[in-house]
């Protein structure tokens, strides 16, 4: 298993940060579904446990043509749809990747929390054990000076430039320097992302690739969600609601899928 710990800066609130992460996820869910691939939304509910109360949503990603050539020759058909299962209590999120074919042999997990008027100074935000503590490597993610990586230039090209982007309605950015030193609001996510590819001969490779490709994509979405500022600004949580209930419509007309469960369900 590889562990990494990536802290993402971000030039707003946590209430702001709450609202955009969903926003974000719900249009580039539908920016990248289409003709029977992208993503599959299965449930989109409220849960509790012991612990913690918020929002639990279970997708499908279905990611054959989005895969590189070398993993597709190594999957059989079908094999390469994904199961997201994950647990939205914020501050605290909770994601688990699965696939069917590999079972116990494969997972994403990744554990997040986010931190109002911090900049990514916190040695053990997510309260991590003394073990997991020693395993792991702390990444810091700039969204205006990290350079774009391959896999951000060839599959997920950027629409905006973080370094150039002003908001007209909060008033913020472009983000350029030290901008994460002196921003005003600002929070930071903490992802913890557990990697386990149990596969004789690619292993190391594996959990290695898969984990520079959440790096890239939390690079790119993060740098999408300051640029889109001027979309999700000032909404609530009652209209992002909304917004998820015509999101799954759509992707399930989108992949010529039938809508599992009515909007009524969709919003429980």
Known sequence: MLIKEFRITNNCSNAEYQVAQLYNVAEMSKAESGGGEGVEILKNEPYEDEFRKGQYTHKIYHLESKLPS????????????CQERAWNAFPWCKTVITNDYMKESFSVTVESFHVDGDRGQLDNALNLPQDILKQREVIKIDVANDPKSYYLQTFNPLKEDVTTFRSEKALRGPLQGDWSKTCDPVMTCYKLV???FKWYGLQTKMESYMQSVERDLFTKFHRELFCSMDGWYGLTMESIREMEIKTKEELAA???????????????
Request: no cysteine; glycine share 6%.
């Open 70 to 81: 070398w993993i597709r020759a190594l999957m059989p058909a079908g094999a390469t749809k």
């Open 194 to 196: 557990s990697i386990e």
């Open 254 to 268: 989108k992949m010529a899928l039938p809508a599992t469960g009515s909007a009524t369900e969709a919003a429980k």
